[in-house]
C-alpha cells in the first residue's frame, strides 16, 4: 500500500536531514515523499537535491513564489498518488517502523478515513523529550468510531494533521483542503475532517517525534495567529449547528480551550493586549468549558479590569520564572505527592 508523505519546506536546512532520512529510512518502503520547496533562502533546495540523487522516491515541487504551508500540502495532495496522506512537517521526524505500524493497523481495521496516532515533543533547547505532550485516553483507544456514533472521543482529537494518515480518496472527495492562513492552518482542516469522517481510529502508538521552541518557529510567535484561532472558533461555532447538542459542546469546548490556552500564552509573552483577550472572552460560553482553571479565567477575562488583570497574573507568572521552589511546592501539594 502506497503512503504519500506530503513535507512542505522553507528555510529548514538545520533540521531537514533528519526528517528525511526519517522517512527514507522506514522499515515500509512504499512510500513516496512529495516536497514542496516553498523559496527558502538558506540551502534547503541544495539538501533536497543531494536526497533526490540517492532516492527516486523523492519528488520535489519548488513554488515560484512563497506561499506558506497550508498551499503547498494542497499542491502536494493534488499530485499523491498514494492510498493514504501524510503531512510531514520537516523539522520533525519518524520512527522507524512507523508506516509499518500503521498499514498493519489499516488492515485489521478495513482502512479507516483516518489514523490519529500519538507524538512526542521534543524541545530544541533543553534537547528532551516529553512523552505527556499527547494524550489519548484508554476509553477511544483502537475502535472504530465517528463523532456521531463515539462523540466522547472528540476529547482527544488533535488539531495537528500531522499525527494522522488520511485515505487520500476521502479527502479529495469531500472536497477537502488548507486554507491559505500563513499560520494555524492546520486547525480549520482538522475540523472539516473530524466531522466529515465515518471511520476514524486511534492508536496508541508514539510515531511522531515533534519538534518545539525551534528558533524562529512560528510555534513561538503567538502575536500572529490569535485571530486566526478567533476566526477557527467562529468557522466551528458554525459548522457545529448540524450536531446534536452534545457534539456541539464537545467542538466548541475543544476549540475554545486551544483559543484561551493561546491567547493566555500571548498575553504572558507580551504579544497581544488585555483588549484582544477580552474580545476572546466573549466568543467563550464559560459555562461550556470542562476545564474549571480556563472556566476561572474567562470569568476573570470578563469581569477584571486590565489593570487588576494584569498585575494577578503577572505576579503569578513571575512567581514561576524566579522562585520556581514555590511553584514546585504548589503542585506537590494539589497533586497530594505527599502529606502535610
Known amino acids: 500500500m502506497l503512503i504519500s508523505v506530503i513535507i512542505p519546506i522553507y528555510n529548514v536546512s538545520e533540521y531537514l536531514p533528519k526528517c528525511l532520512e526519517s522517512v527514507l529510512n522506514q522499515s515500509c518502503k512504499d512510500i513516496e515523499i512529495i516536497c514542496i520547496e516553498d523559496c527558502s533562502t538558506d540551502n534547503s533546495r541544495e539538501i533536497l537535491a543531494q536526497y533526490q540523487k540517492k532516492d527516486s522516491r523523492i519528488k520535489i515541487i519548488e513554488n515560484?513564489?512563497?506561499i506558506g504551508v497550508g498551499l503547498s500540502r494542497n499542491k502536494g495532495l493534488n499530485l499523491a498518488k498514494g492510498e493514504y496522506i501524510h503531512f510531514l512537517d520537516p523539522d520533525d521526524w519518524m520512527e522507524e517502523n512507523a508506516y509499518e505500524i500503521l498499514i498493519n493497523n489499516l488492515s485489521k481495521t478495513n482502512f479507516p478515513d483516518i489514523i490519529r496516532f500519538r507524538f512526542r515533543d521534543f524541545n530544541n533547547q533543553t534537547k528532551k523529550f516529553n512523552n505527556n505532550s499527547d494524550y489519548i485516553s484508554e476509553n477511544y483507544l483502537y475502535r472504530v468510531f465517528s463523532i456521531t456514533s463515539y462523540p466522547e472521543a472528540i476529547k482527544c482529537w488533535s488539531t495537528s494533521m500531522c499525527n494522522k494518515i488520511i485515505k487520500t480518496k476521502f479527502l479529495k472527495d469531500s472536497n477537502i483542503f488548507f486554507n491559505n492562513n500563513k499560520?494555524?492552518?492546520?486547525?480549520?482542516?482538522?475540523?472539516?475532517?473530524?466531522?466529515?469522517?465515518?471511520?476514524?481510529?486511534?492508536?496508541?502508538?508514539?510515531?511522531?517525534?515533534?519538534?518545539?521552541?525551534?528558533?524562529?518557529?512560528?510555534?513561538?510567535?503567538?502575536?500572529?495567529?490569535?485571530d486566526n484561532l478567533i476566526n477557527d472558533a467562529k468557522f466551528v461555532d458554525k459548522i457545529s449547528k448540524e450536531f446534536s447538542q452534545e457534539i456541539q459542546y464537545l467542538l466548541?469546548?475543544?476549540?475554545?480551550?486551544?483559543?484561551?490556552?493561546?491567547?493566555?500564552?500571548?498575553?504572558?509573552?507580551?504579544?497581544?493586549?488585555?483588549?484582544?483577550?477580552?474580545?476572546?472572552?466573549?466568543?467563550?460560553?464559560?459555562?461550556?468549558?470542562?476545564?474549571?482553571y480556563l472556566k476561572k479565567v474567562c470569568i476573570n477575562i470578563n469581569q477584571t479590569n486590565s489593570?487588576?488583570?494584569?498585575?494577578?497574573?503577572?505576579?503569578?507568572?513571575?512567581?514561576?520564572?524566579?522562585?520556581?521552589?514555590?511553584?514546585?511546592?504548589?503542585?506537590?501539594?494539589?497533586?497530594?505527592?505527599?502529606?502535610?
Not at 281 to 291: E, N, Q, R, W
Open 64 to 66: 515560484n513564489t512563497n
Open 307 to 340: 489593570v487588576k488583570f494584569f498585575i494577578s497574573y503577572k505576579i503569578k507568572r513571575f512567581i514561576r520564572q524566579n522562585f520556581p521552589i514555590f511553584t514546585n511546592l504548589y503542585f506537590r501539594i494539589k497533586n497530594k505527592q505527599f502529606l502535610l
Open 183 to 226: 499560520s494555524q492552518e492546520d486547525i480549520e482542516i482538522a475540523f472539516k475532517v473530524l466531522i466529515k469522517a465515518k471511520t476514524i481510529f486511534y492508536i496508541n502508538d508514539f510515531l511522531l517525534n515533534y519538534r518545539t521552541h525551534r528558533k524562529n518557529s512560528l510555534t513561538t510567535k503567538r502575536i500572529y495567529y490569535i
Open 252 to 292: 466548541k469546548d475543544s476549540i475554545w480551550t486551544l483559543l484561551l490556552i493561546n491567547s493566555l500564552d500571548a498575553y504572558y509573552s507580551n504579544c497581544t493586549s488585555f483588549h484582544k483577550l477580552e474580545e476572546v472572552a466573549k466568543i467563550i460560553d464559560y459555562k461550556i468549558l470542562t476545564d474549571q
